[in-house]
């Protein structure tokens, strides 16, 4: 893997196993197919298409975050405001 | 004005755990049940770090009142946007009585110290419903208090507020030094992601004793006892709508 990239694509993985954390189906469901989806692409050179990888892997996180927060404030309105 | 906010944050039991009663009906069980941030407290945080962003404050000061493990509150405060944390160290039989009136003469007890502008609190705390937090401090300081905020603005020395209430909205202008509590639609927490809590690591907590604060932590009210509520009957299905009217009759409904 390029140089410089390999560091973001290690600091993408932390983070995505860090939000998968909370993940409703469970932790280790998350994990497992985390590190398929990055092993899957171990082998690819091209700075351009790695490039492209981490920024979905981005987008994957703020749909994560988005996922808890929306779980939260519909608990939330749920137990509190009656409708 | 100093510019600085204080926000009080409390450790509570996840929202999303399923609470059980302890067997001898004394409390709830915590012992290896998830923890975190009160969600309305992370929209406290959020208010307050949104308006550090826009320039309106200086600094943001996390305040957390408990046990060791309310450090890992403040830390995600911390990681939210939050400037230093003031932990007050609170343990054992006085931690298991602590309740609004004691936590707000200690947050009044900071707010002097401290020389704070303005104190942010959410509106209520998931585990004990209270309420009451924000209003008893702000009557301990003689301060003026937005509660339910729904939208928060600052004019100047003044803090326009949008609250929610009952009959819906209502927007009222309260002068600073002043305390204000977050409603569920303030504001969008953000997430607290690994990158921001590496570099929360950096930002100070400072240990704070109650007694180093004068605050006197006895507890006027005793738990007696704690139960779960009610199961829910089971409904039960009928085929005609002259079935319905029937066992309505029975109940004694109609």
Redesign the interface.
Known sequence: MANPLRAEVVRLYKNLLYLGREYPKGADYFRDRLRAAFTKNKSVQDPEQIKAMIARGEYVARELEALYYLRKYRALKKRYYEE | MSGRVLVGVKRVID??VKIRVKPDNSGVVTDGVKHSMN?FCEIAVEEAVKLKEKKLIKEVVAVSCGPQQSQETIRTALAMGADRGIHVEVSGKDYETLGPLQVSKILAALAKKEDAQLIILGKQA?DDDCNQTGQMTAALLDWPQGTFASEVSMDGAQVKVVREIDGGLETIKINTPAVLTAD?RLN??R?A???NIMKAKKKKIANVKPADLGVDLTSRLEVLRVDEPPQRQAGMKVETVEDLVEKLRDTGMV
Request: glycine share 0%.
């Open positions: 929202y999303a969600p998931i569920l969008t927490p997430y992601t690994l990158p």
